[in-house]
T-cell receptor
């Protein structure tokens, strides 16, 4: 399977704990995005990487959130001191930089539940 | 402020008939529009896209129409099949910051009845 993969698919944690999610994009894609989706909403942009460089972070991404993409391959999203409001589906997407067109391909998501 | 709006939370259609899902946007800088389909507990699946320099794009049973003057686009599914039952999201992007991040609507839940 050469699609976007995410791990874990589900994570249940207690408030105050740290969690880390992993995303493996489609191998030739140089762009990688993280989005967050809550019930009844569309996905909301969190952050964007072009190769290994993190080029934009949403104001939704508080200082408890950090993302990395070492070597421009897989990416990790870490949430420190989780809060109940962090409960959501975290989606990773990748795409090729082809100017105007930007079909982003999504992984299955990581469902986070903070108790 | 919702820049991409899908005003119909749900739509029910008979199998074999046409499904029309609508989307409005407010940001005139958007130049690329996409439709995604989403099943529960899965990530969105890309369906079809359209550039702002076109007014129609067709792929099999799926056609997207863009009316730039009205800032409106629609997705037509003909003929509708029960397997099309899912939540459909409209998304848009511009070239601000050269990041092409997607701005999403709230989705429309489509039910295709056998």
């Amino acid at each position: 399977d050469t699609g976007v993969s995410q791990d874990p698919r589900h994570k249940i944690t207690k408030r105050g704990q740290n969690v880390t999610f992993r995303c493996d994009p489609i191998s030739e894609h140089n762009r990688l995005y993280w989005y967050r989706q809550t019930l009844g909403q569309g996905p909301e942009f969190l952050t964007y990487f072009q190769n290994e460089a993190q080029l934009e972070k949403s104001r939704l991404l508080s200082d408890r959130f950090s993302a990395e993409r070492p070597k421009g391959s897989f990416s990790t999203l870490e949430i420190q001191r989780t809060e109940q409001g962090d409960s959501a589906m975290y989606l990773c997407a990748s795409s090729l930089n082809r100017g105007r067109t930007n079909e982003q391909f999504f992984g299955p998501g990581t469902r986070l539940t903070v108790l | 402020d919702q820049q991409v709006k899908q005003n119909s939370p749900s739509l029910s259609v008979q199998e074999g008939r046409i499904s029309i899902l609508n989307c409005d946007y407010t940001n005139s800088m958007f130049d690329y529009f996409l439709w995604y389909k989403k099943y529960p507990a899965e990530g969105p699946t890309f369906l079809i896209s359209i550039s702002s320099i076109k007014d129609k794009n067709e792929d099999g049973r799926f056609t997207v129409f863009l009316n730039k003057s009205a800032k409106h686009l629609s997705l037509h599914i003909v003929p509708s099949q029960p397997g099309d039952s899912a939540v459909y999201f409209c998304a848009a992007s511009d070239n601000a910051g050269n990041n092409r991040k997607l701005i999403w609507g709230l989705g429309t839940s489509l039910a295709v009845n056998p």
